[in-house]
């Protein structure tokens, strides 16, 4: 059994930049991927991004590419999301995931994940 602990969230202004990080224990090497996901009230669950463990290789959503980054410790059980010109836009609850499954990309479905944290709230002002 994996578990994820969230951390990092809080209030920041439009602008400004908050890191987000997620410490995996348990049966945390079994983890191939890692993934942040963020729900607005009302919204669906979202990806935001993701990594392979073992290569490194991340994918992002659209509406974050070039402000935010995902990355994780050599360890391979503590993944970071640093979120740079933060926008209202992006206030949401943040959960992190992990899947076992082999991908040769971050899979974007949350049904690909197997195990959530209890997610942190980012809420961003004008």
């Known amino acids: 059994q994996v578990q994820l602990v969230e951390s990092g969230g809080g209030l920041a202004q439009a602008g400004g930049s908050l890191r987000l990080s997620c410490a995996a224990s348990?049966?945390?090497?079994?983890?191939?991927?890692m993934a942040w996901f963020r729900q607005a009230p009302g919204k669906e669950r979202e990806f935001v991004a993701g990594?392979?463990?073992?290569?490194?290789?991340?994918r992002y959503a659209d509406s974050v590419k070039g402000r935010f980054t995902i990355s994780r410790d050599n360890g391979k059980t503590t993944a970071y999301l640093q979120m740079n010109s933060l926008e209202p836009e992006d206030t949401a609850v943040y959960y992190c995931?992990?899947?076992?499954?082999?991908?040769?990309?971050?899979?974007?479905?949350?049904?690909?994940?197997?195990?959530w944290g209890q997610g942190t709230q980012v809420t961003v002002s004008i």
């Open positions: 995931a992990t899947s076992r499954y082999t991908s040769s990309t971050p899979p974007i479905v949350a049904d690909s994940y197997t195990h």
């Open positions: 348990g049966r945390s090497m079994s983890s191939r991927a």
């Open positions: 990594i392979i463990t073992y290569a490194d290789i991340t």
